[in-house]
């Protein structure tokens, strides 16, 4: 009888093409992965929208989907930040391995940080996020719109279009890239909720395919995303404020979550919570108050 073969569907961009290779890995030691590259309308407006895709919109992970569901592919790697809180009816997230580093980092020529760069230095990201939080520490710079993958951003950086650059470390670590870089503090810029992470999606009634990448699961990484995703949807609302969000699995059975909301008057509200790694949504559910109400800790980060 001839071996299974599961076709895994992913964006084609290099990272996630790398992101793909490294599950398919895994799974090739007991089954046949072939991997379909399928291009998303977030890869299609990359080269065209100035703010980048909105992360609600599921824009990378919509045609992934439709693909599932057309039963062309059996199994979808995402980025988890990329997916959106609401899953799409018939589908499922079935996996989410083991966490990459979810930090983001400012990239340089030369290694410096943030407070080293110079007044009006030119700052590339797309990230509502990252610009908010960024500029509430460093108002004296320009963060300005960057596109194109990884490898495209950073090019444009050693051109000299920009005096830095800030992205995901995962993703330098799974292209295998070294650069210049300074790990930037979550409690000053708070990750992406699922930075880091990916999800494997499949169909809610496969059960093979489901069985087959349970191994890969690993529930801690598990709770602490669903608590970031989980804070995310409550308050996003529909009106888009930059969030970010970090859990932090406790070797106690806890879980710590750190939270922050940039509002459009600059101000910003950063709040931790410490909860049940078993009741992480509950734990969303406590730090979304926090950072809501009128007492919650606001404050406007200043460099001396």
Request: hydrophobic letters at 45%.
């Amino acid at each position: 009888m001839a071996a299974r073969v599961i076709r895994m569907g992913t964006r084609p961009s290099p990272l996630a093409r790398a992101q793909a290779e490294q599950v398919a890995a895994l799974l090739r030691e007991r089954v046949e992965v072939e991997i379909v590259p399928i291009a998303t309308s977030g890869d299609h407006s990359q080269g065209k929208n100035e703010t980048g895709p909105d992360w609600g919109a599921g824009v990378f992970v919509k045609e992934l989907e439709a693909a599932l569901l057309r039963e062309e592919v059996d199994l979808a790697v995402h980025s988890l930040k990329d997916v959106p809180p609401l899953i799409t009816p018939g589908l499922v997230l079935a996996a989410i391995p083991v966490r990459g580093d979810p930090a983001d980092v400012l990239v340089t020529s030369d290694g410096r940080g943030l407070e080293a760069l110079a007044a009006g230095a030119r700052v590339g990201t797309s990230s509502a996020r990252r610009s908010a939080f960024l500029r509430a520490a460093r108002p004296d710079v320009h963060f300005v719109p960057i596109r194109g993958n990884v490898e495209t951003r950073l090019r444009k950086l050693a051109d000299g279009d920009y005096d830095a650059i800030v992205l995901a470390q995962a993703g330098l670590q799974r292209l295998d890239l070294e650069v210049a870089c300074v790990e930037l503090d979550p409690e000053l810029l708070p990750p992406a909720p699922g930075q880091g992470a990916l999800t494997l999606e499949c169909r809610a009634g496969d059960r093979d395919t489901i069985a087959l990448v349970e191994p890969l699961h690993d529930p801690a990484t598990a709770a602490a995303v669903r608590a970031e995703r989980h804070l995310m949807a409550n308050l996003d609302g529909g009106c888009r404020l930059p969030v970010g969000a970090l859990g932090r699995p406790r070797a106690d059975g806890g879980l710590h979550l750190l939270g922050g909301l940039a509002r459009d008057d600059g101000t910003l509200s950063v709040a931790d919570a410490l909860g049940r790694l078993d009741a992480p949504e509950a734990l969303a559910d406590q730090l979304t108050e926090r950072l809501r109400m009128p007492g919650a800790p606001q404050r406007r980060v200043m460099y001396a």
